[in-house]
């Protein structure tokens, strides 16, 4: 019996686990080829079907077609796309809206500062530097003239989420990072120009990008970038230009295909809900002993923060867990305090795994 | 017993079966942290080892001081070292001479143009768009006053290796895209300023470039760039300022150990030299059969291409091979012909036994 563990780490997180067994059975010998698909040519027959594959199915999760949209897999992460964003739509001065949110809206916007007029849409920092919340649209400070509005759907560190998306004014571009909450549940993703998500929270290992690309935002692309930095390559040569990161995409595949087998989109959402109410409900029943440092409309579902009484028993309670089979509790370094993200393939048996946990520290502790 | 066939794709491309086997074993549970090292947070201990590791060891493999040089480990490709390199070093029209020796460094050109001052110190194509030598370091045009000097030192398509490397005037700094034969034999590394190669060659999986950078060139990098594009960054945060390819990172680790346990890259050099010899002499012996496009003094060690005497045998060579085992021999679709990836992962027996069935193959159709 292989050792596993409920990993909560925030990404690299856990996978599923009939993915990874799936993608072990296969290692050395994919589908019959006598090779791994490690090994195997990004131009072969095999390889295509799981590239094109992944694509198609993720198109079919998001309800888009390929008509209108193109799903690219890139390197470099979601900070790549970061600068890619702003130096292929604001080429020469152009304008765009940022909702700054937390730590990797705070990079989106820095990287954007180089190309572009960047304007904060809403700031939602406190004085103590904390990210306590989301905006709601009449929070929002939209320009009219700008080329996109940018926003980070999920904020892992601070724990916060939007529940509805931000409406840009018309004829402006929606931009998302949804890096750690892509595919967590059904949405309207044909409002949106980008979406962009790195994989390794809700969709795969770390080493691959998936972006959502509406094909018509090509014409608001500047000319003469670099060829790996323009959208118009990737778009045109399917993410093929040159050699991808195979076996990430490979993996996030296989992910999108036990999403669809789970029953999409709905079932997911559905899933995380059961889960984050889980732990939220424990919170909120025992308010002498948690505090949730993030307003009730913003909680995440994907990482879900709070506090204990004090630092020493969180040191305690993130030990204890690991010592229990519960590991990656710690919150970030930058904020503190315990941290659960239970992203996609978190089981509803891991989740209820830590309620127990809590609801038996609060008892020895509380 | 699983099923492997001898596998000559010129990458992604066959790696050593030890690691394919670790690989498997841990996939599930990464040295008893119950959970998938793709599972694994890239700031935890357990990965930090991973990837300082690879870093440590290739510097060793190198005979290069972790003092003197910055292993990183990048997504994007060697794709995204064409742009990143200009991008730093030729800010302000910097000026760069660079060989085209092939398709890839023809690329690397195009992107060198966008930054700089480009210029050819070698134009290795003749009328007909063949490159079938690169160049003596006498036939090098190079300039004093440039920024660094760029080549290629294996043309995977044309089939052409450099056996001396170029050497720049006194105070220009040596640039290398070593994608495809990285490692391949002992060399004096501490001549180069920046070796690059995309891993999917010689390396390990698709998924990450290898740079190897010499510390003292981040002072003449260029301020203001994108985080991600500057050299900096990655320099100062040992490649972790993002999530890297945690996945290819870790299977380069055990490519690199596997190197180190079969000898280093003395024992590389003897093998490769062994493999390509099997085949050049063979092809030597038969000149009737066999033509070999590139001249003798600039043969691949790495990608070994050859014509037979009509493209209609061509095609039934590659068919037959494929059902003998033996795949991936197709040259490249811009020249046609026959063409073997034996990089150091293609094992002796593989290339004997390549050998094995053009000897029967002449002898049935010679």
Chains 1, 2 share one sequence.
């Not at 007029?117 to 700031?123: F, G, L, N, R, T």
Request: charge should be negative; glycine fraction near 10%; hydrophobic fraction near 40%.
């Amino acid at each position: 019996m292989t050792h596993r563990v409920y990993n909560f780490n925030p990404g690299p997180a856990t996978l599923p686990l009939p993915v990874l067994e799936e993608v072990r059975e296969e290692l050395l010998d994919f589908r019959g080829t006598g090779m791994s698909i490690m090994e195997t040519s990004h131009r072969s027959p095999e390889y295509s079907e799981v590239h094109d594959g992944a694509a198609s199915l993720a198109l079919d999760l998001l309800g888009l077609s390929a008509d209108d949209y193109a799903v690219l897999f890139l390197g470099g992460g979601a900070s790549t796309q970061f600068y890619m964003i702003p130096q292929n739509l604001l080429a020469g001065g152009g304008k765009a809206d940022y909702v700054r949110t937390g730590t990797w809206a705070k990079k989106a916007i820095q990287e954007a500062k180089l190309f572009g007029d960047v304007h904060i849409a809403h700031d939602a920092e406190d004085e103590q530097g904390r990210f306590a919340y989301v905006p709601a649209q009449d929070q929002l400070d939209l320009r009219d003239d700008a080329v996109y509005l940018h926003f980070t759907s999920n904020n892992t560190i601070a724990g916060t989420q939007f529940h509805e998306y931000p409406e840009p004014p018309e004829g402006v571009l929606l931009v998302a990072d949804m890096s750690s909450d892509m595919l967590w549940r059904e949405f309207d993703a044909s409002r949106f120009a980008i979406i962009y998500a790195g994989a390794q929270k809700n969709l795969g290992p770390s080493g691959v990008t998936m972006v959502v690309f509406r094909r018509d935002v090509l014409d608001r692309c500047a000319d003469g970038l670099p060829t790996m930095v323009s959208y118009r390559t990737h778009v045109e040569k399917n993410s093929l230009f040159n050699t991808p990161p195979c076996f990430p995409i490979y993996v996030v595949g296989k992910v999108l295909r036990w999403i669809e087998r789970e029953g999409g989109l709905a079932a997911m959402g559905r899933k995380n809900r059961e889960k984050g109410d889980l732990l939220y409900d424990l919170f909120d029943a025992n308010p002498g002993f948690f505090r949730t440092p993030v307003r009730k409309d913003s909680r995440s579902y994907m990482n879900v923060v709070w506090r204990l009484p004090t630092e020493e028993l969180e040191r305690m309670f993130i030990a204890e867990a690991k010592d229990a089979g519960l590991v990656g509790l710690k919150g970030h370094r930058s904020v503190g305090g315990c941290r659960a993200s239970i992203y996609n393939a978190m089981t509803l048996e891991g989740v209820k795994a830590l309620a127990d946990f809590l609801r038996d520290f609060v008892a020895r502790h509380g």
